[in-house]
């Protein structure tokens, strides 16, 4: 499955966005996916995962402020995140797997380019 994510951009503190990944190619419905993101100099963290039956996980650096979704005829994962603070600055990438969601970016083979989130103060 090849990924695309799209969405990101330069918001303000507060704003809200909603990042979406796009799938092609394979049955997309069978697939766990994440959302990672990494700041410079810092590791690829996730921040919120879905799994094929739409079980969700959530980083604690971003519960109650996001919500990650798929709609599996448009093939499309999304994630909405609001009350963005400046911490949240980072590219943002999307990844899918085969069987549950996992924590660890290492667990996902299929990744997509990243998005650029910069959230100004």
């Given at each position: 499955v090849q990924l695309q994510a799209s969405g990101g951009g330069l918001v303000q503190t507060g704003d809200s966005l909603r990042?979406?990944?796009?799938?092609?190619?394979?049955?997309?419905?069978?697939?766990?996916?994440?959302?990672f993101r990494q700041a410079p100099g810092a590791e690829r963290d996730v921040v919120a995962a879905i799994s094929s039956g739409d079980v969700t996980y959530y980083a604690d650096s971003v519960k109650g402020r996001a919500t990650i979704s798929r709609d599996n005829t448009k093939k499309t994962v999304y994630l909405q995140v609001s009350r963005?603070?400046?911490?949240?600055?980072?590219?943002?990438?999307?990844?899918?797997?085969?069987?549950?969601y996992m924590y660890s970016s290492a667990e996902y083979d299929n990744w997509g380019h990243g998005t650029q989130v910069t959230v100004s103060s």
């Open positions: 990042l979406s990944c796009a799938a092609s190619g394979r049955t997309f419905s069978g697939y766990a996916v994440g959302w963005l603070k400046p911490e949240d600055t980072a590219i943002y990438y999307c990844a899918a797997r085969v069987g549950s």
